[in-house]
Antibody
Framework: EVQLVESGGDLVQPGGSLRLSCLDSSSSYWLGWVRQAPGKGLEWVANLNFDGRRSEYVDSLKGRFIISRDNAKKSLYLQMNSLRDEDTAIYYC???????????WGQGTLVTVSS | DIAMTQTPLSLSATPGQPASISCKSTESLLHSDGKTYLHWFLQRPGQSPQLLIYEVSRRFSGVPDRFSGSGSGTDFTLKISRVEPEDVGVYYCMRGVNPKTFGQGTKVEL
């Protein structure tokens, strides 16, 4: 059974940076991030293949967020820069089994952007 | 912009009775490989979302057979044949090809 455990969520000021981590028990091929603002719906953020050479991002976050992974540490990361109030959300780590078939989700980590 | 539109946004269901949710895409989800990458997720209160149905109609492991998915092209439907109390939550459809896009969600209550 795949287990995904996120960490790194915190309170950060607007304009600041934060790096989220996700520990993957099974070294999944494609991993990604989905976020959910308080009381809102789901928004797909980005994903990355196993060797880290193929990444995909939602257009609105390109250039501010960077997804990466370290397979030796079985970890996925999301580097978030120039954070804005609207980036406040729970960030879920997900396994993408194939074309958006998100068959495993972590418990989420909360990022709060506020002064 | 590509959009996934769910209706209704809120649904009051009766235990033992059927329920259905519609999901419409602004463009066809039929991929060049012949598959249609439309998936359904359920987020129960206080929990992470979970996969219910993938590729329109394939039930994910462990999902009860009262859940079924259908549709093609741009129009899709999730049906619950007999609603159970544990089916309460928010249901999302999602376009699986880029740009990956979720519907707004449909809140199902009893």
């Amino acid at each position: 059974e795949v287990q995904l455990v996120e960490s790194g969520g915190d309170l950060v000021q607007p304009g600041g940076s934060l790096r989220l981590s996700c520990l993957d028990s099974s070294s999944s091929y494609w991993l990604g991030w989905v976020r959910q603002a308080p009381g809102k719906g789901l928004e797909w953020v980005a994903n990355l293949n196993f060797d880290g050479r193929r990444s995909e991002y939602v257009d609105s976050l390109k250039g501010r967020f960077i997804i990466s992974r370290d397979n030796a540490k079985k970890s996925l990361y999301l580097q978030m820069n120039s954070l804005r109030d609207e980036d406040t959300a729970i960030y879920y780590c997900v396994r993408d089994a194939s074309f958006g078939r998100l068959d495993s989700w972590g418990q989420g980590t909360l990022v709060t952007v506020s002064s | 912009d590509i959009a996934m539109t769910q209706t209704p946004l809120s649904l009051s269901a009766t235990p033992g009775q059927p329920a259905s949710i519609s999901c419409k895409s602004t463009e066809s989800l039929l991929h060049s490989d012949g598959k249609t990458y439309l998936h359904w997720f359920l987020q129960r209160p206080g929990q992470s979302p979970q996969l219910l149905i993938y590729e329109v109609s394939r039930r994910f492991s462990g999902v009860p057979d009262r859940f079924s998915g259908s549709g093609s092209g741009t129009d899709f439907t999730l049906k619950i044949s007999r609603v159970e109390p544990e089916d309460v939550g928010v249901y999302y459809c999602m376009r699986g090809v880029n740009p990956k896009t979720f519907g707004q969600g449909t809140k199902v209550e009893l």
